[in-house]
Each structure stands twice: as structure tokens, then as C-alpha cells.
């Protein structure tokens, strides 16, 4: 069955520090993937997608993710955490000749001062 | 531009009534989401329309529920005989859809139905 495996449901970190989200996914066919963030109260917003053009995709506000087909991950990293990038953090995934498009659970990220 | 728009924002209702909820997505996007996403989970995918076309509803849970876009535009989102697990926060998306699976989703606000 097509699915996708956020491996932390909270992540905290101090500010300053990296940040690292894990996503796997199962492998039955080439998967497209995609990280989104939703803040408190606002509506999901799309961070990066990756498709198949390169293998480390660079998103928006510092993020970044790399795609392993052999380690079926699709992790989400930023270098130095910030106060605003609080919020819940979805991994998604779009299999290839379909439209079903299937949400991890989520992770939620807080940030420490 | 505008983005994807849902109204109402918030629809409370009792167990066994009907509600309608409705999306406007973004001119010109062809294709059409609806989600669920219940307290602390994830979006569920509940169906697809590319134009006026349900190309995918597998996702609807049972014969209560039921989608239309009958102009390939607007979308309602209809429950019928609503029950108190029907709760949630139903979510909105629409793409361009350049016929690959890599396409961009924009989602509404949503709307957030209390079935009491």
C-alpha cells in the first residue's frame, strides 16, 4: 500500500541549531514529493517539491531536502532553526500516473530561545 | 491574486443535518482537492476533479458524502445525515494541473464543522 512515514511526531530545537524532519515513504512506484508547513491558524503552505531534476531540493525560508531512493527518505533540513519556523511540518507524496495525494501525520516543530 | 477561498469558515451543526460546504479555487486551475484533516493528523485525501470530473473518490468514506463542480470552477462538499465523527477541519486545494504529479497544491483556509 502507498504510504509515507513521518518518524517524529515533535522535534524541538533550540534557535540557532539545525533542524532535522524525517519522511519516509513506501516505494511501490517513483513517487513525487513534497514538504508544506501550516502555522497556528493559517492555511498549509507549500516549501518544496521534488521532481526528479536533482536529488537535493532547495525550498523557501532556508529549507532544504534530499531525495535517497535507496533509503526510500525524503528528510527535511534547514541549517540554523528560527523563532518562526514553529509551526506543523507535512510530508507528502504524489505517486507517478495518480493523483491521490497522501499526507505523513505530521511532525511538529517547536522552537527554544 | 486571489487565492483558494472556502466558506463558511465555520459551520457548527447537529448530529443528522445536511451541510454544504463550497471552495473557490484559483482561476484558472483546472484541478480540484478536497481534504479532511481531523484534530492533530494529517489531511486526508477524500477526492479529485480534473474540470467537472470526479477523476478520483476514493477517498470519500461512505455514501454520506458527495462532491460537485458542475461548471469546473466552484466545488461543494456535501454531507448528509452528518454524524459527530464527521468533525473536522475539511481543506480545499487547486492546481494548475500541467498533467503531471508534480503540480503545486494551493489550499484554502479551510472550513472547521462541529457536528454537536
Known amino acids: 500500500a502507498q504510504s509515507v512515514t513521518q518518524l517524529d511526531s515533535h522535534v524541538s530545537v533550540s534557535e540557532g541549531t539545525p533542524v532535522l524532519l524525517r519522511c519516509n515513504y513506501s516505494?511501490?512506484?517513483?513517487?513525487?514529493l513534497f514538504w508544506y508547513v501550516q502555522h497556528p491558524n493559517k492555511g498549509l503552505q507549500l516549501l518544496l517539491k521534488y521532481t526528479s531534476a536533482a536529488t537535493l531540493v532547495k525550498g523557501i525560508n532556508g529549507f532544504e531536502a534530499e531525495f535517497k531512493k535507496s533509503e526510500t527518505s525524503f528528510h527535511l533540513t534547514k541549517p540554523s532553526a528560527h523563532m518562526s519556523d514553529a509551526a506543523e511540518y507535512f510530508c507528502?507524496?504524489?505517486?507517478?500516473?495518480?493523483?491521490?495525494?497522501?499526507f505523513g501525520a505530521g511532525t511538529r516543530l517547536f522552537v527554544k530561545a | 491574486g486571489a487565492g483558494v477561498s472556502q466558506t463558511p469558515s465555520n459551520k457548527v451543526t447537529e448530529k443528522g443535518k445536511y451541510v454544504e460546504l463550497r471552495c473557490d479555487p484559483i482561476?484558472?486551475?483546472?484541478?480540484l482537492y478536497w481534504y479532511r484533516q481531523s484534530l492533530g493528523q494529517g489531511p486526508e485525501f477524500l477526492i479529485y476533479f480534473q474540470g467537472t470530473g470526479a477523476a478520483d473518490d476514493s477517498g470519500l468514506p461512505n455514501d454520506r458524502f458527495f462532491a460537485v463542480r458542475p461548471e469546473g470552477s466552484v466545488s461543494t462538499l456535501k454531507i448528509q445525515r452528518t454524524e459527530r465523527g464527521d468533525s473536522a477541519v475539511y481543506l480545499c486545494?487547486?492546481?494548475?494541473?500541467?498533467?503531471?504529479?508534480?503540480?503545486?497544491?494551493?489550499f484554502g483556509p479551510g472550513t472547521r464543522l462541529t457536528v454537536l
Open positions: 516505494s511501490s512506484y517513483s513517487p513525487s
Open positions: 486545494a487547486s492546481s494548475l494541473n500541467d498533467g503531471t504529479s508534480t503540480d503545486t497544491q494551493y
Open positions: 507528502v507524496v504524489v505517486y507517478t500516473g495518480g493523483f491521490k495525494t497522501i
Open positions: 482561476s484558472g486551475h483546472t484541478a
